[in-house]
């Protein structure tokens, strides 16, 4: 996990994007915040969206945003302008919005919904998957495109299991930290 941590440490002075895969549960969202708060961005917006959590019917406009009867409501994309978009479960995403996605990357701009007028996107994009998405390819379920706009820097990290050198450490901070917060002894 060292070795990981200076590996984030390094790939936080860039402005790559980066594609996390490993087991749910892994920590890929610690490790998402802990590249925010290393990098350039970190005095930025931050916003995480568990894309398995949107609702697909309003995944657009939760997203991208939209205008109604003079009112701007501002989607995540637009919130996260200027930071770094988390977008953990990435495979989880309906096909037509993975379209909307990777065209919005792709052109660095996007409209909300009820508008004509541009919204220019400037973000930090780092997803996260515990599926394989070149077999989600294969089979029609993830957009190829959006792959490889991604997939800049991957970035595997691994389950628990295959650093197991660093349970005594992970219990040792939970102990303390418990003792600590509930005033509990030893």
């Known amino acids: 996990m060292q070795r990981l941590r200076e590996q984030v440490k ?17 920590g890929m969202n610690v490790i998402a915040h802990y590249l925010h ?5 970190k005095d930025r ?13 309003n995944a657009l406009p939760e997203l991208f ?5 003079g009112k701007t409501h501002y989607g995540l994309l637009e919130q996260a302008n200027g930071g770094t978009v988390f977008l953990g479960d990435i495979a989880d995403l309906d096909l037509d ?20 007028q541009p919204v220019q996107l400037y973000v930090r994009v780092i997803a996260a998957t515990h599926y394989d998405l070149e077999t989600l390819i294969e089979q029609g379920k993830f957009r190829k495109d959006l792959y490889y706009q991604l997939n800049v820097v991957p970035l595997r990290v691994p389950p628990l299991r295959e650093h197991r050198e660093d349970v005594p ?16 002894p030893y």
């Open 10 to 26: 390094r790939i936080a002075q860039h402005e790559t994007w980066i594609l996390m895969t490993g087991e749910s549960g892994s």
């Open 37 to 41: 708060s290393s990098s350039p961005f």
């Open 45 to 57: 917006a931050f916003i995480e969206i568990s894309v398995a959590s949107l609702n697909p019917d």
């Open 65 to 69: 945003g939209y205008e109604e009867h």
């Open 97 to 116: 919005v993975q379209a909307r996605l990777s065209s919005a990357l792709e052109n660095k701009t996007f409209l909300r919904s009820g508008s004509d």
């Open 169 to 184: 450490e992970l219990l040792k901070y939970f102990v303390n930290l418990y003792v600590e917060q509930e005033k509990l």
